[in-house]
């Protein structure tokens, strides 16, 4: 069993940057690929960006390469969103997901455990 919190979301001007995080608990953390994915209203979730289990392997969705940076820190039980040069079209609930034995799959069925979710709004 995994548990996710995510916190770090906030109101935030366009341009801007800010880092969410995802603590997880669970000793088996470091065998999990981690996900990001995101969720506007009236919209499907969408993948957003993966870290395999070892960190050696990232994934992202086109529109935030090169702008957003995944990683995680194992010791911390925590994953890391980084979200530069922000757009108001990335205003959505951010929700980091667990993937047991996997390399960080786009598709969210593929995960296992999610959180809660946190707000983020970029203002234009």
């Known amino acids: 069993q995994v548990q996710l919190v995510e916190s770090g979301g906030g109101l935030i001007q366009a341009g801007g940057s800010l880092r969410l995080s995802c603590a997880a608990s669970?000793?088996?953390?470091?065998?999990?690929?981690m996900g990001w994915f995101r969720q506007a209203p009236g919209k499907e979730r969408e993948f957003v960006a993966a870290?395999?289990?070892?960190?050696?392997?990232?994934t992202y969705a086109d529109s935030v390469k090169g702008r957003f940076t995944i990683s995680r820190d194992v010791a911390k039980n925590t994953v890391y969103l980084q979200m530069n040069s922000l757009k108001p079209e990335d205003t959505a609930v951010y929700y980091c997901?667990?993937?047991?034995?996997?390399?960080?799959?786009?598709?969210?069925?593929?995960?296992?455990?999610w959180g809660q979710g946190t707000q983020v709004t970029v203002s234009s």
């Open positions: 997901a667990a993937e047991r034995g996997g390399t960080g799959s786009r598709w969210n069925k593929a995960y296992d455990y």
């Open positions: 669970g000793r088996t953390f470091s065998s999990y690929a």
């Open positions: 870290i395999s289990w070892s960190g050696g392997s990232t």
